[in-house]
């Protein structure tokens, strides 16, 4: 019996004191990283680098390679999502033409951010940082086109604005931190 107690006292030991301490660590390395990021980069704010790593549970105990590796797969899920949220506009009926045909052309660039995303993905997992940089880059590029494009057009408003916006911020953190491991 006095086994028992001991080994549960050991593990309470263990949960109160030492876990806490290395996922305070974790939380330090998504911290530090955001604050430099964001200072050396007007493309994303610290409080939108922090929220977007904390939301993937594997971030908390992950280096620095594994944030980069993270914030590309949260750039990837955007541009999926978005992707999705495009098909369920470009399936409303009555929908103006010009927005229409605007959604088609960036329904195929985020289709093309999507694969660009998943050979971004391989190749920073190879260590190949500049592939994986070009990626990230051109898909960055997808998202501002598609909102450019509806800006072409006078009072035409895009729809995707938020996407666009975050699929862009996403793409420069994934750069960011991507730059540190050079």
Known sequence: MRLSSSFFLLTLVFLFFIFPAATSCCTKLIDETCKNSSHNDSNFSYRFCKTSLQAAPASRCANLRGLGLIAIRLFRD?????????RELLGKKGLDPSVKMRLEDCLDMYSDGVESLTQAIKGYRAGEYFDANVQVSGAMTYASTCEDGFQEKEGLVS?????????????????SIMNKQK
């Open 78 to 86: 955007n541009a999926t999502d978005t992707r999705c949220f495009i």
């Open 159 to 175: 729809p995707l604005s938020k996407q666009n916006d975050d699929a862009f911020q996403l793409g420069a953190l994934s750069l």
